[in-house]
């Protein structure tokens, strides 16, 4: 008789529950690893191998990964065509000795840099920090952070204010205050009518309103659309002082901004389209252009993805108790 073959169902994969967006490493280590980049390059640009290496990774890999990222969102470093270089803050600090009040103070804006820091200085702000226990439950509760993450989160957190002299969060501006005194703008509100700009380019042929706000206060719905757009590239406006001559297109308002170095074409990215059929007139389609480039291009369009179906069962919800 013939061996059978033995179908062997394949193991479920987990759900993965991701926290939010948060530097892989605190400032005291990002520091680091600018100062190791300073002492082997200056302050020329190095090619991204060159840099990991000099920061002590051999090659591009996650832990590689999330420790640019983090130097990105301290501000330390930018990446232009595919290298590495110190930012003016970051020069700041690997250059000028400890002590230097300059020095400092772009310590302290490095900081506060990262959006999720922010978040949770001004929540303790008028208060303090409360004990270890009670910020990994309130991570967990209210910021929804992995409970296998957050210990991580809150040691390089607690560590990176210690580094920045900022352990009394008292200290701390308001973020209101924080605008009127550096000449920054005010975060968007719900109700305010703001102009979205991403990669240099306006994005609404006219003003539109904010109606929701995320939580974590990072993403903002407006009017006409359920997509989450990003806080940080948002400018309110005064409807008031809009007036668009009908005869005027968006192009001869906004001039293209001039550039001091040219840059060689790359061609056009590739694009992949894809659709779905869902229910009734209820379709979605997607189009990516180019290729992912690291672990976390693709974990960024997953946190796109989940905000606008988010936001989709906010709207379904709000429908049906009309209904009701």
């Not at 990105?72 to 930012?87: H, M, P, V, Y």
């Not at 009394?168 to 501006?173: A, G, N, Y």
Request: net charge neutral; no cysteine; charged share 25%.
């Amino acid at each position: 008789m013939a061996d059978q073959a033995v179908l062997v169902p394949k193991k479920e994969q987990k759900p993965r529950h991701r926290s939010p967006n948060y530097p892989g490493v605190g400032l005291r280590a990002a520091v680091g690893k600018i100062e190791a980049l300073y002492k082997a390059d200056g302050l020329a640009p190095s090619t991204k191998l060159a840099a990991l290496k000099h920061m002590g990774y051999e090659k591009f890999h996650s832990d590689a990964a999330r420790t640019l990222s983090a130097l990105k969102g301290f501000g330390l470093i930018e990446e232009t065509a595919d290298r590495l270089k110190l930012t003016q803050r970051g020069i700041e600090i690997v250059a000028r000795p400890n002590g230097d009040p300059i020095r400092e103070k772009a310590i302290k804006q490095a900081a506060i840099s990262p959006d999720i820091y922010q978040l949770v200085m001004e929540e303790y702000r008028s208060t303090g920090l409360p004990s270890d226990a009670s910020l990994r439950s309130d991570l967990i509760t209210v910021r929804k952070f992995n409970p296998t993450a957050v210990d991580g989160f809150v040691q390089d957190f607690k560590d990176t204010l210690e580094f920045a002299g900022l352990s009394d969060l008292k200290v701390l501006e308001s973020k209101q205050s924080q605008g009127k005194n550096s000449g920054q703008t005010v975060p968007p509100q719900i109700g305010d009518y703001v102009q979205w700009e991403s990669g240099g380019q306006i994005q609404f042929p006219e003003p539109k309103r904010i109606r929701a706000l995320m939580d974590d206060g990072l993403w903002a719905f407006v009017d006409g659309s359920d997509t989450g757009l990003p806080i940080k590239e948002l400018t309110t406006v005064t409807i008031s002082t809009i007036e668009i001559p009908a005869e005027q297109t968006l192009s001869t308002l906004i001039p293209p901004k001039a550039s001091t170095k040219t840059v060689p074409s790359l061609g056009a990215p590739t694009m992949r389209s894809y659709s779905w059929a869902l229910s009734g007139d209820f379709n979605a389609k997607m189009d990516l252009f180019g290729e992912a480039r690291t672990e976390e291009d693709i974990d960024a369009l997953a946190d796109y993805v989940e905000i606008t179906i988010k936001a989709l069962k906010r709207s379904l919800k709000s429908r049906q108790s009309e209904n009701n």
